[in-house]
């Protein structure tokens, strides 16, 4: 199983990017797929979760800006990042609390990590 993210880059701020996070491999099922980011120097921190069934969950800094979606035919989960700021630099990891075929079910599956930053 592995999870793919793309879309990281540096924009002005103000801007707006999009994340992608696909999710490949011998998976059963999907339940929780969630952003998580890191800014240097601190820790990782929530920015996004969705479930299975859609209800969604935010930090606090990023309401109202960010919004999270996913696609469960495609394994997809999306971070749309509106009105960004020098704050929201950072290398963002989506996340998937997933079963395998074998099942074995965890909620540890993370990508590679993209980077975006915000800066003029």
């Known amino acids: 199983v592995q999870l793919q993210a793309s879309g990281g880059g540096l924009v002005q701020p103000g801007g707006s990017l999009r994340l992608s996070c696909a999710a490949s491999?011998?998976?059963?099922?999907?339940?929780?797929m969630g952003w998580y980011r890191q800014a240097p120097g601190k820790q990782r921190e929530l920015v996004a979760v969705?479930?299975?069934?859609?209800?969604?969950n935010y930090g606090d800094s990023v309401k109202g800006r960010f919004t999270i979606s996913r696609d469960n035919a495609k394994k997809t989960v999306y971070l749309q990042m509106n009105s960004l700021k020098p704050e929201d630099t950072a290398v963002y990891y989506c996340?998937?609390?997933?079963?395998?075929?074998?099942?074995?079910?965890?909620?540890?599956?993370w990508g590679q990590g993209t980077l975006v930053t915000v800066s003029s």
């Open positions: 996340n998937a609390d997933l079963c395998d075929i074998t099942p074995t079910c965890s909620k540890d599956y």
């Open positions: 491999g011998s998976i059963l099922s999907i339940w929780d």
């Open positions: 969705i479930s299975s069934g859609g209800t969604t």
